[in-house]
């Protein structure tokens, strides 16, 4: 009993440290430090330590939970019948949960040559997952209100722009969100495919 109460308290910890990594991330890139995600928590950085051995580490486990939130939210839009195919479409290709709305992607594009292993899980973590939107487009094909299209190449073309985005500085260069990109993508994508 006592050993299933500390791994809880211990995975509870965890969740808290890589929210207010995403917070702080938000507020300074990756020039945070471990004092910051202390401060933001308000506990000791042996705390943070006794979860996560480094930055990076920490880091790197943050891509997995932002991505496990972010899919778990794209599962419950995929099964909302109350809207649209083409609808469900652009929400779950546009799908940011609440609490990452504000988060800037964007300026992750400096991961590539500071942080590679977390760039690599980054790009792995863009490419997997897509069995659920690419049967929804195929529902859509079939019903006729999207137009058939290759899937795969539509696929490729949503992953090679995002990884643009974290490759290059172009979002910050021209003072737009991550958000507001992603959406722009996704209507481009949707109106172009959509029946009208």
Known sequence: MAKKYVKENMDETRERILEATIKVFNRKGLKFTMDD??????ISKKTI????????SMFFSMVDYCFDKINAHKEMMLQDESLSTVDRVREVLALLP???RDVDFGKLYV???K????YAKVEERLETGW????SLINKGIEEGSIR????????????ATLEQFFQRDVLVKNEISYNEAL?????????????K
């Open 37 to 42: 995600i202390a401060t933001e928590l308000g």
């Open 49 to 56: 330590y006794a979860v996560f051995d480094d930055k990076e």
């Open 98 to 100: 609440d609490g990452y």
């Open 111 to 113: 991961l590539k040559d």
């Open 115 to 118: 942080y590679p292993k977390i």
């Open 131 to 134: 069995e659920g939107i690419l």
């Open 148 to 159: 058939p299209v290759n899937i795969h190449i539509l696929k490729t073309m949503m992953e």
């Open 183 to 195: 959406k722009e993508v996704v209507n481009i994508l949707v109106d172009g495919i959509a029946i």
